[in-house]
């Protein structure tokens, strides 16, 4: 099975900035969409952004124009960088992949999550 490793996270001061990154690795053909979700205390989980196949991007509403989204196709990685942040940025952030299996079969993968704190 592949994994999704993420990294990155940390303690930042607001208005600071921070990259994150998730690495996929394991038995896969393709990937067709890499998404960043984050989880606040109490919170559910929302998708923070989006890069699909053809670098298309979105993003919620609350972090345009801050947060950019990008992915080496080469190393079946995916980036968040995260600028201006904000106390309600916090949380922690997930990555997710879809795609397919080297068996042609379509798989959505999680990674373990990575801790943003931001914080003075």
């Known amino acids: 099975q592949a994994q999704l490793v993420e990294s990155g996270g940390s303690l930042v001061q607001p208005g600071g900035s921070l990259r994150l990154s998730c690495a996929a690795s394991?038995?896969?053909?393709?990937?067709?969409?890499m998404d960043w979700y984050r989880q606040a205390p109490g919170k559910e989980r929302e998708l923070v952004a989006t890069i699909t196949s053809e670098d298309t991007t979105n993003y919620t509403d609350s972090v345009k124009g801050r947060f950019a989204i990008s992915r080496d196709k080469v190393k079946d990685t995916v980036y968040l960088q995260m600028n201006s942040l904000k106390p309600e940025d916090a949380g922690v952030y997930y990555c997710n992949a879809r795609g397919l299996t080297r068996w042609g079969t379509y798989f959505s993968y999680w990674g373990r999550g990575t801790q943003v704190t931001v914080s003075s």
């Open positions: 394991g038995p896969i053909a393709s990937i067709d969409t």
